[in-house]
DNA sequence: ATAATAGTGTCTCTGAGACAATATGAG
DNA sequence: CTCATATTGTCTCAGAGACACTATTAT
């Protein structure tokens, strides 16, 4: 405790018993369509969960996180848990909300820091073993909201999947979930995924007509300054795109 | 401290001293142009800080804000002490940040929550003579961020300042400067006080033009259905307008 | 040829943007 | 009449939206 000039004491009050950190983990995997036939593959937005051992909610699935220390911010926290659940570093990790309601957490009076984490199937490769042990797994976000999830975790899920489909829309996170260069059927896929109402019909029109509209993506081109183009998914191959980092900003009065 | 089967105990670890809120509350003010002619009025927007009278910072000036009780949310600790500053509630209150920098309290290790609040100047009426009083003032936001406050202050109004930019132009919380029926004038001068960027010369068109635009917006009818209209700032009478509660969805793929 | 994805042509309608012009009514 | 603010006229060009059509190439 921190002792000083006014003998200002905070051992005088009762004091939160911890500040934990919770962390959703967002990633896409895609499956192969059957046959090995080229085709865009099926993608689902899922969520890292793992399995509580210890009181409370012992058994249960929960969203990984861990509790903040003196010696850092609630985003080192958060960072430190996420490099220790998905081995993964550099990743796109943001704080959105703090949960405080008084009996959220049996253990006492904590008020929890929640982040959500976007993080690249490829990335998670590497951690494929672990994720496939009992304690750890990669759920649907539909079936994770159907679970009965520890704490208040699963209002926490649902306030993080609220606010990854605000930011998808307004922002380029979806570059999160791309490689550097990317078709635009593929990106179209990213989004749907993620926000499964939206649907633009001319989707290529409106990125590609780049007149007024600030451009958010550019051709990818190669070496000799010819533009690159990916048969990967389709027997036409198509014109590959990169983010160039313009961030628009979003008026409703413009 | 709470006890429990697994004989779980906060007090093994090291928890923090408090968990403070801070509140930014934003007013805009209006000053009446000289000699009463009839013209809009100059604003400008402020924010309301509270001279410290005790250690740490003493006599510095700091937002206001206070400790969260374990039985309340700290947000309702928010409401709570803006319903202590300014004596106005059902204001608009929310949530942006929280500042946990190790060493930025000297008190002991406080995990701050910062709210923002923005309050019609003519419900800080009758507040006026306190706010008079020379603890509490309420200071232009170009000066504000130009003084010496306490703690981490100076960057949560920074950060404050941002989120309330980026607000005015994406959301409807302009309504919250205006009242009721207010003019497209008014709307367009309101906007311009907090984000002194924003330019659009045919801004009434834009907000009129109600086709395939999603209508924010929407005239003000009298009881014969007739449209009001206001000379109060003009010779020539201009529509009033009221907001529909339309909160239109953005996106920077459409 | 077929399947599957990529991309274009074309047409219509609305809005954006710029600027000039007109309307109103107090002083 | 003048002034300050409110509002409309007009013209051009780009984009939205719909939908049919063409392009590419593995199988």
Redesign the interface.
Known sequence: ??E???N?S?AR???????PTDIVIFTIVSHEKHGGKKALPDRELQVLLIKRS???FEEKWALPGG?????????ECARRELQEETAVEDVHIE?F??Y???GRD????M?S?AFLALVNERLLEKRKADVDAADVGLFSVEEALGMDLAFDHRQILSDALEGIR?KM????IAKEFLPDEFTISELYQV?RTVVPD?E?SN?IR??TSTKSRSA?ITEALDETGKPKQSNQYSQRAAQLYRFTGVE???????
């Open positions: 405790m921190v000083n000039e006014s200002y905070a009050y009762r004091t939160p018993d911890g500040a210890v009181w409370p509790f903040t220390r003196e010696s850092e911010t609630v985003y704080y909300n703090v405080s309601a008084p049996p253990r006492g009076w008020i820091h605000r829309l307004a922002t380029t989004i939206f633009e989707f409106k990125l958010i628009p900003k979003l008026s409703i009065y413009t």
